[in-house]
T-cell receptor, first 112, second 111 residues
Framework: ETGVTQTPRHLVMGMTNKKSLKCEQHLGHNAMYWYKQSAKKPLELMFVYSLEERVENNSVPSRFSPECPNSSHLFLHLHTLQPEDSALYLC???????????FGSGTRLTVV | GIQVEQSPPDLILQEGANSTLRCNFSDSVNNLQWFHQNPWGQLINLFYIPSGTKQNGRLSATTVATERYSLLYISSSQTTDSGVYFCAAARYTSGTYKYIFGTGTRLKVLA
């Protein structure tokens, strides 16, 4: 495996369900990110972890709960979501002071 | 925080035409990247270009950091160039970079 891997690729969940999105990076990076991309809107930064500590939380509702157990793995735990949370969720990683950020393929989430 | 604006929002080209996409950012940045998002949502990194000029085949990019803009040039466009092009700017704060994206340019190349 190379790069940034996200699972699952697609997810349909009811508003009362609990699910988790998983991201794994094989690049030796020390920072990981969650972005949300809704239709017709730019990518919104949700969470940033640097060296496994959360350094940014852009006023994201508490129904989204991130977890970063180590520098290679990032999770986004979802519970009691709303239909407007349907979106493409993208994970990314970077290495401080080096060239740029690399994205995974995303999880397309539909809340019904 | 940093504001990123892209223009034009939409662009339709005939195959073989050239185009220039623009990205303006509101504050000094340490990093700037251009991405192409394919129809399946994958963001493909095109250039990491905080300053200067780079070329990769038919694509090239220039960032003038002192004037807070970057340009992406696409020459001899092909239908496979269709998709959304994003620029993202970042500044190093609180121990990491926060990448802020523009709203994108949606490009359609007609055969």
């Amino acid at each position: 495996e190379t790069g940034v891997t996200q699972t699952p690729r697609h997810l349909v969940m009811g508003m009362t369900n609990k699910k988790s999105l998983k991201c794994e990076q094989h690049l030796g990076h020390n920072a990981m990110y969650w972005y949300k991309q809704s239709a017709k809107k730019p990518l919104e930064l949700m969470f940033v972890y640097s060296l496994e500590e959360r350094v940014e939380n852009n006023s994201v509702p508490s129904r989204f709960s991130p977890e970063c157990p180590n520098s290679s793995h990032l999770f986004l735990h979802l519970h009691t979501l709303q239909p407007e949370d349907s979106a493409l969720y993208l994970c990314a990683s970077s290495q401080d002071r080096q060239a740029g950020v690399t994205f995974g393929s995303g999880t397309r989430l539909t809340v019904v | 925080g940093i504001q990123v604006e892209q223009s034009p929002p939409d662009l339709i080209l005939q195959e073989g035409a050239n185009s220039t996409l623009r990205c303006n950012f509101s504050d000094s940045v340490n990093n700037l990247q251009w991405f192409h998002q394919n129809p399946w949502g994958q963001l493909i990194n095109l250039f990491y270009i905080p300053s200067g000029t780079k070329q990769n085949g038919r694509l090239s990019a220039t960032t003038v950091a002192t004037e807070r803009y970057s340009l992406l040039y696409i020459s001899s466009s092909q239908t496979t160039d269709s998709g959304v092009y994003f620029c993202a700017a970042a500044r190093y704060t609180s121990g990491t970079y926060k990448y802020i994206f523009g709203t994108g340019t949606r490009l359609k190349v007609l055969a």
